[in-house]
């Protein structure tokens, strides 16, 4: 891959063969497209990404194994059936805590006997003055310490913030901390308030939702068709022992059991949640398999042989990860389980060396392992939330990883299939570090939010795909072919789609608190790379850009989403200060977007907001090649060229857009480069990380480095959240399907 872009030439096609695919000598990922792309944004999971259709059948070879087609009426019956057993089980509010925060606080705001005009102004990101004294230094002698406490100081929180007891984080360093509510509030808002335990509440609704009989049934199907789905996949692979593809198979006739699993230290004892262990009935002696729901398909079995049984526990990193990532939040931060030992055991004058891993029959072991993830993922929202009575500060959890850690598995909701998926996982309230999980849900990694939707959705097909069968067989009492597991799938998701919209788009990083000196070693590093010169911030831009399909207003539009760079003869000073504004409102603007974007013409859309053609904040995904890029209209003329960071915003690949509605007929190719990027919408200075001078010399934008230093060390928690889950999920089918 060259280090600058060339001209695409039309071996590059988005046609038929799908909107997925590198761009070459780039180094950006693919162009993604969605038919539901609007003005107002992308609906990504509408479709298939690759494709734009549904899933392709499998081949229909179960037919000649008793799989019969079903009739019209059969297939109304079991669609009908699996939507009301969705609808009583799945509710996506409960999957966001936030947003179950939000509707809270708009609860009792709407029930208080404030005027109709302060509940208008009043939502959970109202901002509430909190006010506090410093702590003085630790201090020796008589004098009380209180005595050298400063002046009193006050910091602006948000409600959400206050009545969850997340302020209590922020200043636990401080003193006499108290709460300055707005005079205008009435009393009885501030006692709801002040009172409010959203935790207990929260908590009871999850539980009221999940020890229904549907929900019961719905998880114990799910964990039944997850264990059979994994030992069939570990019984064909080619590395995988006869003796434990015996056992597999040994499970599908009846011949083996599961059993509960247990972890015991030297002091205590606890279930471990979403694994079991697999032994045949008539040798429980005989070597058996440890089966982890929720992980990987290279996790999910793991072989125990007797005859190494305690070598493997006491020195296996992978066993002693899948154990402790399965305890509770609460035991995981205890001293002493970080590593899986035996213990010594005295029975009058016998010694007896008892394993850390005890395994227990059950009469209903998957009804144990639902009561067990229940209980779980109580005892984990009681670790994780901040209350009056019992807090537990970021200081236990070193520095949030243990947190992350643990989220990455807490109890899930029936929304999800084949290995823990983002969507099933339940998190907590935590605003904080603990949050990040929540980007988890909503699309891990995923700096465009509308990926995160698509994640979303894919999860919710995956778990609607993986039950169909077993489901319908229940109900019918014979086995469903492929075409129509998939066709009732496909039905069922559509409803759910419809009737059960994604929770929401990423939440903003606000809510994530990464550690200040991590934010600034990585704004030194950024600072460091960027001053060594203008090709350095060329790799920065390469990496970043994204290209997406996009119709709007009639028109169908390439957007780039990245860093870009800007040529101007304004000085940092000014700019810095400013931003970018455009010369004619974004209002008017969006009145006829199309004098933007690339559809008419008007290249050049005003490069220091003052020329004639202004209508647009221009930009390049160049510093300079072959005699174009930002450079041109900067550094060349004696000005600047600014490096800006616009991942957040619809940047408009003019020339290609200007060819699309040339020739909106013929298959459409990336066939430029991006040299020409407009956007219909102010930059601010925030935006900006610093600019070069005609030299090259780089001047930094500390503020807006501070800021986006703060996003990586965001985006590298959400990473190591979202490393916890598994991958796989299904590709979710349109609308037109």
Known sequence: MSEYPAFYDDDFHLGDEGRSQDLPEFGMPPVQESSGFTAEGIEIGELNPSSGTAPAAEPDDELSANALRLTEHELDRVTNDMIALFDNVYDPNLLDPVLYINDSIRQMVDDSSASDELKNRIDALTSIDVSFRHRPAATSGLIDASTFLGPRETQKLRLDEIVTDSYRRL???????????????????????????????????????????????????????????????????????????????????????????????????????????????????????????????????????????????????????????????????????????????????????????????????????????????????????????????????????????????????????????????????????????????????????????????????????????????????????????????????????????????????????????????????????????????QRLVDRSGRLLNKTVEGHDLVVYRGKVFRGDMRPPEEIFEKGFELRTPAAEIQKDIHQVTGVRGGFGGGHDALDIDGRGISTSAYYYRENVGAFVYGGQKGGYTYVIDARRFDGYHLYQNHHNALYPHTAKKIKFKPTEINYANNIPPGAILGAYDALGNFIANNTALRVYARGLAIKEIRRLAASALSAGAKKPPSEDS
């Open 171 to 537: 200043l636990d360093d401080h003193h006499q901390v108290q709460i300055d509510w707005p005079a205008e509030f009435p009393q009885d808002l501030i006692a709801k308030l002040e009172s409010a335990n959203l935790q207990a509440n929260y908590q009871a609704d999850v539980e009221r939702r999940l020890s229904t009989a549907d929900a019961r049934f719905m998880l114990k199907l799910q964990s039944m068709v997850e264990v059979q789905n994994r030992l069939e996949q570990y019984a064909n692979r080619a590395d995988a022992p006869q003796v434990y593809r015996h056992l597999a198979h040994a499970y599908g006739r009846g011949e083996a059991r599961l059993e509960r699993v247990q972890f015991r230290s030297r002091t205590w004892q606890v279930d471990v949640a979403q694994v079991l262990y697999l032994r045949l009935k008539a040798d429980p002696s005989s070597d058996g398999l440890l089966i982890f729901l929720d992980a990987t398909e290279d996790d999910a079995i793991v072989p125990l042989a007797q005859a190494t049984k305690r070598w493997f526990i006491e020195s296996s990193p992978r066993l002693r990860r899948l154990i402790l990532q399965r305890l509770p939040l609460y035991n995981q931060i205890l001293h002493g389980n970080r590593k899986l030992h035996y213990v010594n055991s005295y029975f009058g004058p016998q010694v007896t060396s008892v394993s850390p891993l005890q395994f227990r029959p059950d009469d209903d072991v998957f009804e144990a392992l639902h009561s067990l993830r229940i209980k779980r993922m109580l005892s984990n929202i009681d670790t994780l939330v901040s209350t009056d009575s019992e807090r537990l500060t970021d200081k236990f959890l070193e520095a949030g990883a243990s947190i992350l850690q643990g989220l990455s598995i807490v109890a899930t909701l029936p929304v999800g299939g084949g290995g823990g998926l983002a969507a099933r996982l339940l998190v907590s309230f935590l605003l904080g570090q603990g949050s990040a999980a929540l980007e988890a849900v909503r699309g891990a990694i995923a700096d465009i939010p509308e990926q995160a939707e698509a994640h979303y959705k894919s999860a919710l097909y995956t778990a609607i795909a993986e039950i169909t069968g077993p489901l319908a067989q229940k109900l019918l009492g014979k086995a469903v072919s492929t075409v129509n597991k998939t066709h009732i799938s496909t039905r069922v998701f559509k409803h759910l789609n419809r009737t059960r919209l994604y929770p929401g788009k990423a939440s903003s990083y606000d809510r994530i608190t990464p550690a200040p000196t991590e934010v600034k070693r990585i704004k030194t590093e950024v600072a460091a790379q960027l001053s060594g010169g203008p090709q350095q911030a």
